[in-house]
C-alpha cells in the first residue's frame, strides 16, 4: 500500500471511529450519503457533489447531520496541511474547498476530484462495516 493511501485509509478511519462514538442518532444516514457520493461525483463533477452535500446537511439531530459530516470529511481531507492535498491549508474556511475549486486550474480540480473519489472509497468501506446503516440497507 502507497504511502498517500496509508494516510487516506488512517485518516478515513479516524473520522469513521469519531462518528462511531457520536452514535446513529448524530451521524443519521451518513453511510447512505458516503455509498451514493462517488457516483456524484463522476456524475456532476467535485464542485456540485460538495455542494450539494452542504447544501443537504443539516443542523441538530436529524438524519441530514451526516450531509454535514460527509462534506467535512471531504473538505478536511482535500484542505488538510499538507504539500500533497490538492488545495493545502484551505479546510480552515467553511467554503474553502468549494472557493479552491471555483478559482483554481483545470488540472488541479482534476487532481482534487481523483484525491476525492480515493478518499471516499476508504471512507465507504470503515463506513459501511463499522457503521450503523439504514434500515433496508446492505452492502
Do not use: C
Not at 499538507?82 to 493545502?88: Q, S, T, V
Amino acid at each position: 500500500m502507497a504511502d498517500l493511501d496509508r494516510q487516506r485509509a488512517a485518516d478515513a478511519l479516524d473520522r469513521i471511529r469519531m462518528l462511531q462514538e457520536k452514535g446513529e442518532k448524530e451521524y443519521g444516514n451518513y453511510v447512505s450519503f458516503v455509498k451514493a457520493l462517488p457516483a456524484v461525483i463522476l456524475q456532476n463533477g467535485l464542485g456540485q457533489a460538495l455542494a450539494a452535500e452542504l447544501a443537504s446537511s443539516g443542523t441538530g439531530n436529524d438524519t441530514k447531520n451526516g450531509h454535514r459530516y460527509l462534506f467535512h470529511d471531504v473538505n478536511q481531507w482535500l484542505g488538510r496541511n499538507d504539500a500533497m492535498a490538492p488545495f493545502p491549508d484551505q479546510y480552515s474556511k467553511e467554503t474553502g474547498i468549494l472557493d479552491a475549486l471555483l478559482k483554481g486550474k483545470e488540472a488541479v480540480y482534476l487532481q482534487a476530484q481523483h484525491e476525492a473519489l480515493a478518499y471516499v472509497a476508504w471512507l465507504k468501506k470503515f463506513a459501511v462495516a463499522l457503521l450503523i446503516q439504514p434500515k433496508g440497507e446492505s452492502s
